[in-house]
């Protein structure tokens, strides 16, 4: 938007004209008539002038003029110029408007009438819209799409979508009164809200109808939303934006998807007691404040939806269990997305419970709730690491999909399962089940997700060491974003290129990718993603030595995960960093970096992250003996363990810490030795902690 990337579009010299109208005659295999007395050159530059040389009138124009002759059509052109002139003095788009006019002209009689509804359309229209506009049987509003597609004016884009020649709406709209178009607008309105109901519902039915008459409908859907603010009740206009909002969800298209945003926002200000709007536009806050990385503020927005629904209770309004149900899966979500897994699965487990009874009851749209939950439930276990459990929770919620006939959703079962097939090490399944996605989705016809699975694939040979086809993948999934000008997308497959070149030792490479990954993020205004794409920027010089540059980097990581909690995992980067400053011989700095490194890692334990060192299985053991009062069995296996001649070095450091717990030391600083890695120390600290507290 911004003034300097604008340039104006002026009329056409008088070569640069003729030549445009000859070359479309050409395309179409039309030439002006043989008797035509109007073929001299000073008669098509007349024929030029007298449109101001408009480039969009000489090809609206052109096959007028094989038709009719330049001659005949140049008078004509000129009577309705005069007549525009008169009642719209210096308008440069006269010239345009005549040739709608001329267009228009070549309609049959009653057509022109209905035609005129059409002025307050975006762009195009839908031939239900216009069928309902206009009050005509759908087979009449074909016809009077067909005409207009004979005379120049519309384009068939298929699926029932008729694009109008953008000339033709403004035109039309000059000649109503402001009563006449008002009233136009409404019927336009209250049909492409009818329509916004029929695709949100064809989302389940068909998916990629549903995207592609959207993207095709979207100046209509967002039209709609500035014309209906304040015409509407605010509980009305608060579901129809969210539709919207959903409907462009997955499209890549973020402007739109704001511009429905701020149409709901504005309209729940004058909600008015808590009902099914209101619950409605604190979903989608929390789903925006998830999308921006927001953790706590999305976490303690997503508890207060909780208790509100609960003190509400089911039987508050119409809806109001269906919301009770939602608010609690997205509670859960909300943990999962802050590494707080454990923690998530109770709301999700509630929900799940709350879902299944409205789906008895018959509600449709609950049991394809019910199937999420369990996909969500999936999640959460794949990151506490109970791989099996996971993959059998996926695998059901595919199936209960796969029932209810959703492609899409069977599609993203399938990703999400083959991400679990690549920690198990099946890559070849994880392969298999990602393909399988993209397919879905490139019949589907959604380009982002299928760059999305290709990115995935790229993983799984990743995983499996088979870089050259991991990297294929993977520039498979960047040109994609690229051309959709998915920059999200296009940074994180950048980041993922990254860590393939550093497995590869293709170092230099891999440090070149990882700054075009961050300088993405910074344009983005992502500071969660800065920080970890600077922090592996940063691990990377450090394998080059190049020390400075890496502290650079790690500092400003550290720096973007400022107020992001566990959720940014910031005790990598600070580990990297005391490694940094151990290796430049700044030990009081890489000590407090250690104690920042304890202190961060150790709150994610204490909020139910997963450790998934061999390290904290050991502790396990100890505590599980304690507990037992049975010593002797763990007391033997630590000393096997001790006893090993090439044991590693943070095993040496931690046996005899677990030894001393073992005997009955409950000393603090058993967890303090330097000499353990920070991951241990916290695993210590925790059992000290669980141990005094009885």
Avoid at 74 to 86: N, Q, S
Avoid at 156 to 183: F, T, W
Avoid at 219 to 246: F, H, I, Q
Avoid at 456 to 481: M, N
């Amino acid at each position: 938007d911004a003034g300097a990337a604008e340039s104006e579009l002026g009329a056409l010299g008088r070569e640069d004209a003729v030549e445009l109208v000859g070359r479309v005659l050409a395309r179409a295999g039309l030439a002006p008539a043989s008797a035509d007395p109007g073929c001299t050159p000073q008669e098509i530059t007349d024929r030029v002038e007298a449109v101001n040389g408009h480039a969009r009138a000489l090809v609206l124009l052109a096959p007028e003029l094989a038709r009719r002759g330049v001659k005949a059509t140049t008078a004509d052109l000129r009577v309705v110029m005069a007549d525009l002139e008169r009642r719209h003095p210096g308008d440069r788009e006269n010239s345009l408007y005549a040739s709608v006019e001329l267009s228009l002209r070549k309609l049959r009689p009653g057509s022109r009438e209905r035609v005129q509804s059409l002025a307050v359309c975006q762009g195009g229209v839908q031939l239900d819209v216009l069928a309902m506009m206009v009050g005509l049987e759908i087979g009449e509003a074909r016809a009077l799409a067909l005409e207009l597609i004979g005379v120049g004016l519309g384009e068939d884009m298929g699926s029932g979508h008729l694009r109008l020649d953008p000339g033709l709406p403004p035109y039309l709209l000059g000649q109503m009164g402001p009563e006449e178009a008002d009233a136009a607008r409404d019927r336009w309105a209250e049909a492409m809200a009818q329509l916004t109901g029929a695709l949100y519902q064809q989302r389940s039915k068909d998916a990629k109808l549903s995207a592609h008459l959207t993207r095709l409908e979207l100046p209509n859907l967002l039209g709609m939303l500035d014309w209906l603010d304040s015409r509407r009740p605010a509980e009305a206009l608060v579901n129809l934006a969210g539709a919207v909002e959903r409907l462009v969800h997955h499209l890549g298209l973020p402007h739109a998807l704001e511009r429905a945003a701020r149409a709901r926002e504005k309209a729940a200000e004058s909600l008015g007691d808590w009902g099914h709007a209101r619950c409605l536009t604190e979903d989608s806050n929390i789903e925006r404040l998830l999308r921006r990385r927001d953790l706590p503020a999305a976490t303690a927005a997503a508890r207060a939806l909780v208790e509100r629904c609960l003190a509400a209770g089911d039987l508050a309004y119409p809806k109001a269990a269906y919301d009770s149900a939602m608010a609690h899966i997205i509670l859960g979500r909300a943990l999962s997305i802050g590494r707080a897994a454990e923690e998530a699965l109770t709301p999700i487990g509630e929900a799940q419970e709350r879902f299944q009874r409205l789906a008895d009851a018959g509600d449709a749209d609950a049991q394809g709730m019910v199937s999420r939950c369990i996909t969500e439930r999936a999640d959460c276990l794949f990151d506490l690491g109970r791989l099996d459990e996971a993959a059998s929770a996926y695998e059901e919620s595919i199936r209960r999909d796969a029932a209810r006939g959703n492609r899409r959703s069977v599609a993203l079962g399938k990703s999400r399962l083959g991400t679990v097939r690549g920690e198990q090490g099946r890559h070849a399944e994880a392969i298999a089940a990602h393909v399988e996605a993209r397919d879905t989705f490139a019949a589907l016809g959604e380009p982002l997700t299928v760059a999305t699975a290709w990115h995935q694939i790229g993983i799984a040979y990743h995983q499996g060491r088979q870089f050259d086809r991991a990297e294929d993948a993977y520039r498979e999934s960047l040109a994609i974003k690229v051309r959709e000008k998915d920059l999200p997308g296009e940074a994180s497959t950048l980041h993922q290129l990254s860590s393939l070149y550093d497995a590869m030792d293709r170092v230099e490479e891999a440090i070149t990718f990882a700054r075009k990954a961050c300088d993405l993020y910074v344009r983005l205004g992502d500071r969660a993603k800065e920080g970890v794409a600077r922090s592996n920027l940063g691990n990377r010089l450090i394998r080059q030595r190049r020390h400075d540059d890496a502290r650079q980097e790690l500092r400003r990581a550290i720096e973007c995960m400022a107020g992001l909690g566990i959720a940014g995992l910031p005790w990598k980067t600070w580990s990297l960093l005391a490694d940094v400053e151990r290796a430049t011989g700044h030990a009081e700095a890489a000590a407090e970096a250690r104690q920042r490194v304890i202190e961060t890692y150790g709150a994610y334990r204490r909020a139910g992250g997963v450790s998934q060192q061999p390290s904290a299985q050991l502790v396990a053991l100890v505590a599980q003996a304690i507990r037992a009062n049975d010593q002797a069995e763990a007391g033997g296996q630590l000393a096997q363990l001790a006893s090993q001649p090439y044991a590693p070095r943070w095993l040496q450091a931690l046996v005899p810490k677990l030894q001393a717990i073992l005997a009955g030391d409950r000393d603090p600083t058993l967890a303090a030795d330097p000499a353990l890695d920070y991951d241990d120390a916290v695993e210590l600290q925790l059992l000290l902690d669980a141990l005094a507290a009885g």
